[in-house]
């Protein structure tokens, strides 16, 4: 099976906006629908139950939309919808997570955020149609996090992701369009690195073909590992694979039955995870000559569920919702406990976020909504050459 653990960490009626783990797996920063920060210890036990609560942090006036834990300098960084953004810092000596406040300089919600695989810098997606780019700012003896604007959206963005360089941010917007654009900073990059493009454009710029168009709000977007590949998903159930060595070119689209995806992430070079609407992980693989596929539905539950098998008495995920609120409005009972076995998937709710933790000397995909869940599934049992990833 593919499915190892879950666990209600928080009840269904707060939920999860967005968790992350540090390098080791064994500590994880989660929020639970508010505008605090939870950090759990002993995560590395299997029982969830013993995992304890060590910190809760309270900076944010508003929720928290987005939070990265960096492997590199095993910082946080949250952002939230009150426009701000706090990089915590971990002081030992008295055992407290040290806010640092940053200067986004934006007037509306923040609404994803992301460090660099190098530690060095970070980026935050905004409803204000920029992208606000972080670093420390150490030429005055000050511990302030300033930032530098990129400005070339029309629309929300939604999500980013670093390339492995450090220099290249992929974004998606509400405004259908994908960019790939130039994030190289003389303060923090000693030597430019356009990656698998020709040459470097200037901070801020669009590399040549970078502007990728999607039919609907691009949702997703991630690198593969060694930075050639770029995955774009998008509301209209599709996945978009573009080659950045070949003049962006977009080798396949990939059209799936199921609903639209709210995140994804490469599995080594062969392989993608998508979580969203349907409740749900699905696996999406290369099957050679540029052409990519859904591979299946990982999970376990709903493959092995009577509604999957095609049962004539099997219940929809529509039906399933329809009696959660039936329960609820005619008999007064509890919805998670009227629709116990309505559900086929083990999500009650659509999927918002998906991390990759490590696992001893594997991978796993961590994955929460607002059911309160956080569900764990097994990468090596997927079938794919994993290789490296990053934790991000």
Known sequence: QTMQSFHQIVPPSVGISCHAWNHTGEMLALCPGSNELYIYENCHHSDPNKWIKAHVLKEHDMLISGISWSD?????????HDRNAFVWKYDSSTNQWVPTLCVLRIDRAATYVQWSPDGAKFAVGSSNKTIPVCYLDSSQSSDWYVSRIIKRHKSTVVKLAWHPNSQ?????????????????MNEIDRNADSGPFASHVPFGEVYPNGEI???SWANAVDWN????????????????????????????????????????????????????????????????????????????????????RGSANSVTKVASARAMFQAKTSRGEDSANATQSSF??????????????????????????????????????LGLNVGSMSIR
């Open 72 to 80: 590199r300098n095993n910082k946080i960084v949250t952002c939230s």
């Open 168 to 184: 290249i941010l992929a974004t998606v917007s509400s405004d259908r369009r994908c960019r790939i654009i130039s994030a190289t």
């Open 213 to 215: 168009l999607c039919n």
């Open 225 to 308: 590992s060694s930075g050639s590949l770029l995955a774009v998903a998008s509301h209209d159930s599709t996945i978009q694979i573009v080659d950045c060595t070949s003049n962006c070119q977009i080798l396949h689209t990939i059209m799936y039955n199921s609903l639209p995806l709210n995140e994804i992430r490469f599995v080594g070079e062969e392989g993608i995870v998508g979580v969203g609407h349907d409740m749900e992980p699905l696996l999406f693989s290369s099957a050679g000559s540029g052409k990519w596929a859904m591979k299946s539905k990982i999970d376990s539950e709903s493959l092995n569920s009577p509604a999957k």
């Open 344 to 381: 086929k998937t083990t999500h009650r709710n659509v999927i918002t976020h998906l991390q990759v933790r490590p696992n001893n000397s594997s991978y796993q995909i961590s994955t929460t909504g607002p059911d309160g869940l956080i569900v764990f599934w097994e990468i090596g049992s």
